[in-house]
């Protein structure tokens, strides 16, 4: 099984930008397909972005598509969601998950970071 962790969540200002890391431990995370998603305060988790094991396929909501990018290192085990143009409804905790594949159930949940964006 995959042990997941992110960081790098706060609080930031309309129209900045934020970088979250997800570092991976346990099974080779090079093995396993990767995506974040987001829960905002009062409403259901949703989809942000995924990512195959070597990179090739990246998938995205249409919310985020052209401001956020996803990216991984498995030579460090890490994944990372890079946020750009951020705006008051991306205001959310932002999980890292890891998969048999980009558009499958995650089976490999981390705890979350929470990210605040004020106007």
């Known amino acids: 099984q995959v042990q997941l962790v992110e960081s790098g969540g706060g609080l930031v200002q309309a129209g900045t930008s934020l970088r979250l890391s997800c570092a991976a431990s346990g099974s080779t995370f090079s093995n396993y397909a990767m995506g974040w998603f987001r829960r905002a305060p009062g409403k259901e988790r949703e989809f942000v972005a995924a990512i195959t094991w070597n990179s090739v396929g990246t998938y995205y909501s249409d919310s985020v598509k052209g401001r956020f990018t996803i990216s991984r290192d498995n030579a460090k085990n890490t994944g990372y969601l890079q946020m750009n143009s951020l705006q008051p409804e991306d205001t959310a905790v932002y999980y890292c998950?890891?998969?048999?594949?980009?558009?499958?159930?995650?089976?490999?949940w981390g705890k979350g970071t929470l990210v605040t964006v004020s106007s």
């Open positions: 998950a890891a998969g048999a594949g980009p558009t499958v159930a995650m089976d490999y």
